[in-house]
């Protein structure tokens, strides 16, 4: 079965500062597809960047990025210049090729100190 | 921009009376889920739903609970008898495809008493 492990319940970082969360997982999988997801105080669930493992190339988006290492299951997320409004819960995510459900990790819980 | 709306926002039920949760996924998207979210713990999978049929749903999806597109736009889910571990926060999703991002609801709060 696939798991998602976020070994790092809390992380704090200074404004403007760079912080990393990472993500482990487990799969006998070649084909797959991961996701980070932020979840703020309003509980909404929103995608942050997604990762096809396919892909060698990591992903980035703005001042989210990723460190993606297949062969040690690794996905990180490193975030630049931390703004306040990034506070809040991150989760992992993992959907296999052609299955039908998110597999979450238990979630990383960022405080910005300004 | 097109999002997931789901009615209600709280809902406050006694143990062993029978819930609707409500969603209306974007309106071009074809897979629906249904997850869950214990308060401070990880979120879970619940149900999918692909062609009105149910694609796949987990372990805690027993008989009490089912799932419906009774017309074009809604997606429900309800939980027939509920239980006090039933309280969480129920979010849908929906996507236009496989393996793609998926769109969540803001989430119905239920609380069982």
């Known amino acids: 079965a696939q798991t998602v492990t976020q070994s790092q319940p809390e992380m704090s970082v200074q404004e403007a500062e760079t912080v990393t969360l990472s993500c482990t997982y487990d799969?006998?999988?070649?084909?797959?597809?991961l996701f980070w997801y932020k979840q703020p105080p309003s509980r909404q669930m929103i995608l942050v960047i997604r990762?096809?493992?396919?892909k060698q190339q990591n992903a980035t988006e703005n001042r989210f990025s990723v460190n993606f290492q297949k062969a040690a299951k690794s996905f990180s997320l490193k975030i630049s210049d931390s703004q306040l409004g990034d506070a809040a819960m991150y989760f992992c995510a993992f959907d296999m090729d052609s299955n039908y459900q998110l597999i979450w990790g238990a979630g990383t819980k960022l405080i910005i100190k300004p | 921009e097109p999002e997931v709306t789901q009615t209600p926002s709280h809902q406050v039920t006694q143990m062993g009376q029978e819930v609707i949760l409500r969603c209306v996924p974007i309106s071009n998207h074809l897979y629906f889920y249904w997850y869950r979210q214990i308060l401070g713990q990880k979120v879970e999978f619940l149900v999918s739903f692909y062609n009105n049929e149910i694609s796949e749903k987990s372990e805690i999806f027993d008989d009490q609970f089912s799932v419906e597109r009774p017309d074009g736009s809604n997606f429900t889910l309800k939980i027939r008898s509920t239980k006090l571990e039933d309280s969480a926060m129920y979010f849908c999703?929906?996507?236009?495809?496989?393996?793609?991002?998926?769109?969540f609801g803001p989430g119905t709060r239920l609380t069982v008493l």
């Open positions: 990762q096809e493992a396919y």
């Open positions: 999703a929906s996507t236009p495809r496989l393996n793609n991002e998926q769109f």
């Open positions: 799969t006998s999988e070649s084909d797959y597809y």
